[in-house]
Each structure stands twice: as structure tokens, then as C-alpha cells.
């Protein structure tokens, strides 16, 4: 373009007493009149994108260190939280292979997502437990506490989900709250065996699939009468004028409402550790593609400053010779 300029302007070139101011106004000009070249076109998409690169980044960066600031409250109550349901193992077993006609699987997920596979995980361990536990003289359902568990098991499993539960992390969770969560479940469903899939915290980038039984009052008394470890039930008195059935009824509720508890705690402290993870990854990720984007950039803006001037000086000594 600069070339057909200064071919337009020679005849003025030659007449003027000024040949130099001729170039320059030549060169002016054209640089004003004419359409943005592909180069530079190019040159504003790489800015466009490098701005957008960076914006993602100091979003990513933000969030992890919301994560990591949410963290340690919540590891600090998971841990205090384990004290709850281990008297309940150590006093009625857990019996994952227990079989039973009604099975509930309760998977925890979480509301949000950019964490990681946690929620995929458990959806996956949920989907693998419903085809052991399903049959034709059984009864297999599902109650989702989460959005993110709710919106992939409804895609293929709609008709086994008994209840779903979502936003119960909006507010810190305490034992209060999870305990009327679990009445509200042991009052839609029917059960022998509920089965609480979630993700166990083990360190920020670590978490453990992990799957918890709760029998119910009638299948511990069967439990107790093929012996076992249910079995010792029978060494303890039982005070207070209430039955043996009545006790097993309100551990039953108990050590569900206490297992339910830990276990949604470690599943948000899971998510958290997982995001973390993932931000940091994001924003690392984010911060290479910057330095690709700025090294094209560069290239591209060179290219372009040497092609003008080269085309300037090669124009320039067109005319002159």
C-alpha cells in the first residue's frame, strides 16, 4: 500500500522543491485512508485474548484463595466430627456387604461446581453400588443431597430417586441442621440397609471414595441372631425400661444423623481441597497461555513495524534513483 502511494504522488514527488515532505504526506495519508491490514487485524484479536487470559486468571486466583480461606474451618469441625460415628462402629460394625431386600443410597455431592471429579466420583460409586445392590425381588432408591449428584443421576436414573436435597452448604453446617436433614429422610423412605456414599478428606489434593452402612432396627436384630459382631449386642444391659427394639430404633436414628453429619462434612472439605487444586491449576494453565499469547504478540507487531519499513525505504529508493 505504501508503494501505490508513493507510485500515485511521483509526479507531485518530482515537481515538489521538497521531495521529502512529499513522502511523508504520501505516506500519511495512506496510513489514513486505508483498511486496517491483516497483520494489524490480527495483532488487536491477540490483544483481545491476552485481555481475556488475564481476566480468567485473576478469577481463578480469587477463588482459590476463597477455598483455601474456607478450608481450614471446615477440616478443623471434620476432624472433631470423626469422634461422633467411630463409637457407632466400633459398637455395631459396618457391614458393607450386608444383604438386604431394601437398599437407600444417600450421595453426597455438592452445589457448586469447578471442583474437581468429586462429584463425578461419587455419582460413579453411587451408579456401581445400585447395580450390586439391585435385583428382582429388591428395591433400590436414591436421595441426592447436592445439585451437581441431582442433575447427573436424573439423566438416567430419574424413576430411583427418592428424594433430593440441594443448597444444604449455603449456610456452616451443624449438627442441628444435618439431624433434622436425616429425620426428613428416614420419614420419605423405607429401608434395611442405607448406604451414605461420599468423599473422605484425606489431604488437599487427596480424597477417598467411601461408602457407610446403617442398618435398620429390624435387619441389626438378624444380623444380631446369625451372630457376628452384631452378636455382642446381647452382653449389654439395657436400662431404663425401654425394649431392645426401642434401643435399636434410636441408635439406628442416632448413628445415621451422626454419620450423615461427618460425612457432609467431608465431602465439603473435599470440595474445597478439590477446588483449590483445580484453581491453582486453572491459574497456572492461564499464565502459560499468557506467555504464548505476549510471544505472538511480539512477533506479530515486529513483522509488521519491519514490513512497513521496509516498504517505506524500498519506495523511497524507487523514487530517488
Not at 505504501?2 to 521529502?20: C, D, I, Q, T, W
Not at 427418592?162 to 452448604?169: C, G, K, N, V
Request: proline share 3%; net charge positive; glycine share 6%.
Amino acid at each position: 500500500m505504501a508503494m501505490a502511494a508513493l507510485r500515485r504522488e511521483g509526479k507531485r514527488f518530482l515537481l515538489s522543491p521538497n521531495p521529502a515532505i512529499a513522502v511523508r504526506s504520501a505516506v500519511l495519508s495512506d496510513e489514513l485512508t486505508a483498511p486496517l491490514s491483516t497483520r494489524s487485524i490480527s495483532t488487536q484479536v491477540v490483544r483481545n485474548r491476552m485481555k481475556s487470559v488475564k481476566n480468567i486468571q485473576k478469577i481463578t486466583k480469587a477463588m482459590k484463595m476463597v477455598a483455601a480461606s474456607k478450608l481450614r474451618a471446615v477440616q478443623v469441625r471434620t476432624e472433631n466430627s470423626r469422634g461422633l460415628w467411630q463409637p457407632f462402629t466400633a459398637l455395631l460394625g459396618d457391614t458393607p456387604s450386608v444383604d438386604v431386600k431394601k437398599n437407600v443410597i444417600v450421595t453426597i455431592s455438592s452445589d457448586k461446581g469447578l471442583c474437581g471429579g468429586i462429584n463425578s466420583t461419587s455419582v460413579k460409586v453411587s451408579k456401581a453400588l445400585y447395580k450390586l445392590t439391585a435385583g428382582p425381588e429388591k428395591e433400590t432408591q436414591y436421595v441426592i443431597l447436592g445439585e451437581k449428584g441431582k442433575v447427573q443421576l436424573i439423566r438416567d436414573s430419574k424413576a430411583s430417586i427418592a428424594l433430593t436435597i440441594t443448597e444444604i452448604q449455603k449456610n456452616p453446617l451443624n449438627y442441628t441442621q444435618v439431624s433434622v436433614l436425616a429425620d426428613d429422610i428416614l420419614k420419605n423412605v423405607e429401608f434395611d440397609a442405607l448406604r451414605i456414599v461420599y468423599n473422605k478428606f484425606h489431604s488437599v489434593v487427596s480424597f477417598i471414595p467411601t461408602i457407610s452402612t446403617i442398618l435398620s432396627p429390624e435387619a441389626v436384630e438378624k444380623e444380631s441372631e446369625a451372630g457376628g459382631k452384631l452378636g455382642d449386642l446381647d452382653l449389654y444391659e439395657v436400662e431404663g425400661g425401654e425394649t431392645k427394639s426401642e434401643v435399636l430404633q434410636n441408635l439406628a436414628e442416632f448413628q445415621f444423623s451422626c454419620v450423615l453429619f461427618n460425612a457432609v462434612l467431608e465431602n465439603a472439605c473435599s470440595e474445597l481441597g478439590a477446588r483449590m487444586s483445580a484453581m491453582d491449576s486453572s491459574s497456572r494453565n492461564a499464565g502459560d497461555m499468557l506467555d504464548r499469547l505476549t510471544l505472538t504478540y511480539n512477533r506479530t507487531r515486529q513483522a509488521s513495524i519491519t514490513t512497513e519499513l521496509i516498504e517505506i525505504i524500498s519506495g523511497a529508493s524507487a523514487l530517488t534513483g
